[in-house]
């Protein structure tokens, strides 16, 4: 399975909102672990999330993957998702991991090396990238950390938090 990335949310260091904030915990470990690593966690007792790890080694920082457009592997992520909706397969960070079967078995893989989950070249140019405040928090939410392609039906939030669309 396959998707594009169209909608990230950033979590760099020392931003209350980061996982990181606190410092290292077994949790987290793996945000600490340099760039190009996933950084998977469950969250609200229903969800996974992934993150890619952001920064050197022994500095907390990830990148949310919050959407993406589904590309190679559509009947399968859709039999996951037990959907048909082309359009919800993965806009959303837990419809996004539950369409690629992505869980705490993930945490700690190297983004960068062929694996069982990694990240690939682009297969088309970008559209305009907006940017945004980020959605779902409550510390630093006026900072305008997610990262989206504008136009893209796949990006995931009320089209009223997208500014510039």
């Keep these: 399975m396959s998707g594009r990335i169209v ?19 077994a949790r987290n470990q793996s945000l600490f672990l340099g760039r190009g690593f996933a950084y998977v966690y469950f969250i609200y ?9 952001a920064e050197y080694p022994g500095v907390g920082a990830g990148v949310l993957l919050r959407a993406i457009e589904p590309i190679d592997g559509i009947k ?17 960070p837990g419809r996004l991991a ?3 079967e992505i869980d705490r078995r993930l945490d700690g893989v190297d983004l960068c090396s ?4 990694w990240l690939g070249t682009a297969v088309r140019e970008t559209a305009h990238i907006g940017a945004t405040v980020r959605i779902g928090i409550t510390r630093e ?3 305008p950390l997610r990262f989206y392609e504008a136009g893209n039906p796949f990006v995931s939030g009320p089209l009223n938090q997208i500014r510039g669309r």
């Design 114 to 117: 062929y694996g069982p989950l």
């Design 141 to 143: 939410v006026d900072r």
């Design 76 to 92: 399968k992520m859709k039999r996951l998702r037990k959907t048909d909706r082309l359009r919800d397969l993965a806009r959303g």
């Design 7 to 25: 909608e990230t949310e950033a979590y760099p260091p020392g931003d209350a909102s980061g996982h990181a904030y606190r410092g290292r915990t």
């Design 45 to 53: 007792g229903i969800s996974y999330m992934l993150n890619v790890t």
């Design 98 to 100: 539950a369409a690629l």
